[in-house]
Structures are given as structure tokens and as C-alpha cells.
């Protein structure tokens, strides 16, 4: 008996997409480390949102399905570094028809923060599989206007 695949157009595209991201954030954190030794590459990038506000930056990152205990947050020379790994799970198999559309194990994005940032206070939540990283800016020191005097 014949059996009936559904013809998905997008399913390559999208996949060539993900590959060019994945090659491109490599070579951007080639060039963001200067030489440095890099960790193995890889395998995914969570997609991430970045607002700016009015005393602070604040990161979104979607992570579901990681744990927090296995997500590390750095920051060196003003770059903020997320990374961790998510586990595999037991994939299901029907017949001859299997489909693996979720990403697992080891994760990395890379981010250069402006020098207005308060690094001491900068704060991570997690909640319901997307990190907040909170990071805010340091108080302006506004100019002090000086006086000239006649003599």
C-alpha cells in the first residue's frame, strides 16, 4: 500500500536558514574573542529579544526545556556570554515515520554590552523556559555647570 507523505516547501529553506545563523554566530564570536580558545561549537542558538529601557537593557531568551542549573551567564570585557546544553528525550517512532523538529544539546549567544552598563548588577530569572537577564545602566553623572566670574 502506497503511503502518503505531506510535501512541506519550507522544511529545507528553513533548515539552510538555521545552518547560515549557526555559521555566522561562529564567526562573529571568532572575531569577538580575538584568537581566544573557543569552545566546541554549538549545536543550537536560542532566539533571543533584547529591549532597550529608559535605566536598563533587558534580554529574553527562550529556553525551553533546559534546566537552570545548566545555564551560565558571564560577562568578560563587555561581552555577556549565555550558554548551557539541553538533553535529549526519548524521541518517538511510529512505523516507518519519524520527526525530530526540536534541538538538543549545547548552546551559545554572545552579546557586546555598551560601557554604560552597571556590571555589578546585573540580574538572571528564569521563568516558564525563557531567561531574563536584567542589565542595567549606570547612573549619568550630569554635567556640573561652571560659573565664570569677573574680576
Partial sequence: MAQ?????????????????????????SDMVRGGEEMPAAAEWAPAVDIKEKANQYVVHADLPGVKPDDIEITLENSILTIKGH?????KEEQEDYKRVERVYGGFFRRFALPDSVDADKIQANYEQGVLIITIPKKAEVQPKKITVKTA
Fill in 86 to 90: 539541553r538533553e535529549t528525550e526519548a
Fill in 4 to 28: 502518503i507523505t505531506r510535501y512541506e516547501p519550507w522544511t529545507f529553506l528553513n533548515q539552510l536558514q538555521r545552518e547560515l545563523e549557526r555559521s555566522f554566530e561562529s564567526m562573529r
